[in-house]
């Protein structure tokens, strides 16, 4: 039977397959077998490279890889399950990196904290302003939301784990100790049906996410749910989301946490866009097409 299998195999997955087994991938077997039991394995870009390399060869000679997304209830249990099912990771470390995010290190909080400021200024270059009303999707446990309240607006915070949604809920009491003129509320969510939160629907001037409509089951269903929440001439802003080669640089991440790390072709986004309602389209980054640099994009609904 597995002959019968592997004869019906194209010549491309045949090599895959020869490859991944061969030698020259002996390094990245090894290292996978080592990370698949612990997620915090300390890794060089070169381990990552062989490591990630390897289960893409192995992957895609058994029809795994490019990843398909087929069972929408596994899709959300797995995102919802995210922080219990790292391997060899404490829910009680899932919950302090979480809570913490983004000072990880000067490097990292180097990083995020320039993302947070990029998407501030979109906001403001919008005319988006305090105490206006903003909604987050894929909030994490809401770092974001807190720094955007505590700068006066109004802010919704939605994932669509609810364990993410009570840590991120703790940041609310933090909010009112520094008497912050902003509101601040979260709520679980997935963000395909975020339109069908209560009294929502034609009532935010922005909608923004980052980092995480890549990880949605249906982006397409997500970004028409995020033109439904705004008002008239409200805007939609994607910060930080991937380009194609996340697909192939996260890959090894995506099988660990079993969470969805796919990359964006820019003409499909911007095609369900414009069939989402928006008019006005301005693509901050990239600037020039390419499969490498993340989306920053601002568009207004007409
Ligand atoms: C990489 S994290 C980014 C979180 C957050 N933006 C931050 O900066 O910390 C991706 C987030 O998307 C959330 N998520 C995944 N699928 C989702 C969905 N279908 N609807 C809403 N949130 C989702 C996850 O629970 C997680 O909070």
Not at 101 to 109: D, T
Not at 121 to 129: D, F, H, I, W
Not at 171 to 190: D, I, T, Y
Not at 273 to 302: E, H, T
Request: hydrophobic share 40%.
């Amino acid at each position: 039977m597995t002959e019968i299998v592997q004869s019906k195999k194209s010549p491309m997955r045949r090599l895959a397959r020869t490859l991944s087994a061969s030698p020259l991938m002996k390094r990245g077997r090894e290292l996978w077998e080592q990370n698949a039991l612990q997620w915090e394995m300390p890794l060089t870009k070169w381990d990552k490279l062989w490591c990630g390399g390897y289960i893409i060869l192995k992957d895609y000679s058994d029809h795994i890889f490019p990843p398909k997304f087929e069972d929408q209830s596994k899709a959300y249990e797995n995102e919802i399950n995210y922080t219990k099912s790292l391997p060899g990771y404490s829910v009680e470390q899932a919950r302090v990196a979480c809570s913490t995010k983004p000072l990880w290190g000067a490097k990292n909080s180097t990083r995020y904290m320039a993302q947070f400021n990029q998407l501030y200024r979109m906001l403001e270059s919008a005319g988006v302003r305090p105490p206006q009303k903003l909604l987050e999707m894929g909030c994490g446990c809401g770092w974001m939301a807190e720094f955007l309240a505590t700068a006066g607006y109004s802010v919704v915070g939605t994932s669509i784990s609810p364990i993410e949604i009570n840590w991120a809920k703790e940041k609310v009491a933090a909010l009112a100790c520094k008497q912050a003129k902003g509101q601040l509320s979260f709520l679980a969510e997935p963000m395909e049906s975020v339109d069908n939160i209560p009294g929502a629907r034609g009532t935010f001037d922005a909608v923004y996410v980052y980092e995480a409509l890549h990880h949605a089951y249906d982006w397409r269903k997500s970004l028409q749910a995020s033109s439904k929440l705004l008002k008239k001439g409200g805007w939609l802003l994607l910060a930080n989301e991937p380009n194609v080669l996340h697909t192939f640089i996260s890959y090894r991440v995506s099988r660990l946490s079993k969470t969805h790390e796919i990359g964006f072709h820019r003409k499909e986004l911007l095609q369900e866009l414009k069939a989402s309602g928006f008019d006005r389209i301005d693509v901050l980054a990239p600037k020039w097409n390419n499969w490498i640099r993340a989306f920053w994009i601002m568009a207004q609904k007409s």
